[in-house]
């Protein structure tokens, strides 16, 4: 199992980045996915989830509304579309692949992560 993220930067508040994750090893069209991410002294929060189809969908309230998730299976590639984009949202961001239910904060599989800043 591989999982690669990239698109991380720095981004004024208010901005915008979009994280892709390019999957390999495994069946990635027949596997949920999800984002997680992590800041210095905090340990790993999940962020987002999308079902093997794409069909659903789900969001931690801290970023619902403002971060999509998305994936396309023909490229095993997943995504995190991210705006409006806050000091807070600063962390280690993390694809991963949820351990058992779609919704799993726990992670059998994740990349090395890319960094994300939000500052100005």
């Known amino acids: 199992v591989q999982l690669v993220e990239s698109g991380g930067g720095l981004v004024q508040p208010g901005g915008s980045l979009t994280l892709s994750c390019a999957a390999s090893?495994?069946?990635?069209?027949?596997?949920?996915m999800s984002w997680a991410r992590q800041t210095p002294g905090e340990g790993l929060r999940w962020v987002s989830a999308i079902t093997s189809s794409g069909d659903n969908t789900y969001y931690a309230d801290s970023v619902k509304g403002r971060f999509t998730i998305s994936r396309d299976n023909t490229k095993n590639t997943l995504y995190l579309q991210m705006n409006s984009l806050k000091p807070e949202d600063t962390a280690l961001y993390y694809c991963a692949r949820p351990e058992g239910h779609w919704l799993s904060s726990t992670f059998d599989a994740r990349g090395q992560g890319t960094q994300v800043t939000v500052s100005s």
């Open positions: 090893g495994f069946t990635f069209s027949r596997t949920a």
